[in-house]
T-cell receptor
Framework: AQSVTQPDIHITVSEGASLELRCNYS??????LFWYVQSPGQGLQLLLK??????LVQGIKGFEAEFKRSQSSFNLRKPSVHWSDAAEYFC????????????FGSGTQLTVLP | EAQVTQNPRYLITVTGKKLTVTCSQNMNHEYMSWYRQDPGLGLRQIYY???????DKGDVPEGYKVSRKEKRNFPLILESPSPNQTSLYFC????????????FGQGTRLTVV
């Protein structure tokens, strides 16, 4: 069965600083990988996804993520954080052909300081 | 507008009083699922449905029931709620097959006292 680890429960950065959120997955084959963002009081919105091909994936809101098979990682990055990026971020893995679809990490809460 | 709609958004109930949380999607998705979100645990799948009349258990199905009589609707039923079911619940839908983008409702915050 697949699993996802987000080692950072809470991250604080200053507005304009760069950001990297870590995600490690465990899955026996090539995974489908996702990053979702949850703003306060809202549902989850897809930021980006990786299925195959180029390992550097561009998403919405200026986010990108890099799939590194050797490290079983799919870290999310943004070069310059905006105050509106404050939210909770979830990494998720999906298994090809699995009816169970997504397995989520425990989430990383991002605080942005002015 | 493509959306997943959950109702109610907030609910406070007492132990043992049956309740239903509704979920409806307008994207003709075959796949629908329910998750609960608890601090430090992320989202855990409760039940999922691959199509009408096809449902199966997720990771944490105990104490919950679902039904899928129509493609667009997937209600979550708590027949005898207990305090440990106090949580934030999300409904999601997507096309079936390989893991595709899931669309989420805005959530239902349930408190059982």
């Amino acid at each position: 069965a697949q699993s996802v680890t987000q080692p950072d429960i809470h991250i604080t950065v200053s507005e304009g600083a760069s950001l990297e959120l870590r995600c490690n997955y465990s899955y026996g084959a090539t995974p489908y990988l996702f990053w979702y963002v949850q703003s306060p009081g809202q549902g989850l919105q897809l930021l980006l996804k990786y299925f195959s091909g180029d390992t550097l994936v561009q998403g919405i809101k200026g986010f990108e993520a890099e799939f590194k098979r050797s490290q079983s990682s799919f870290n999310l990055r943004k070069p310059s954080v905006h105050w509106s990026d404050a939210a909770e971020y979830f990494c998720a893995v999906g298994a090809y052909g699995s009816a169970r679809q997504l397995t989520f990490g425990s989430g990383t809460q991002l605080t942005v300081l002015p | 507008e493509a959306q997943v709609t959950q109702n109610p958004r907030y609910l406070i109930t007492v132990t043992g009083k049956k309740l239903t949380v509704t979920c409806s999607q307008n994207m003709n998705h075959e796949y629908m699922s329910w998750y609960r979100q608890d601090p430090g645990l992320g989202l855990r799948q409760i039940y999922y449905s691959m199509n009408v009349e096809v449902t199966d258990k997720g990771d944490v199905p105990e104490g919950y029931k679902v039904s899928r009589k129509e493609k667009r609707n997937f209600p979550l039923i708590l027949e005898s709620p207990s305090p440990n079911q106090t949580s934030l619940y999300f409904c999601a839908s997507s096309f079936t097959g390989t893991a595709t983008e899931a669309f989420f409702g805005q959530g239902t915050r349930l408190t059982v006292v």
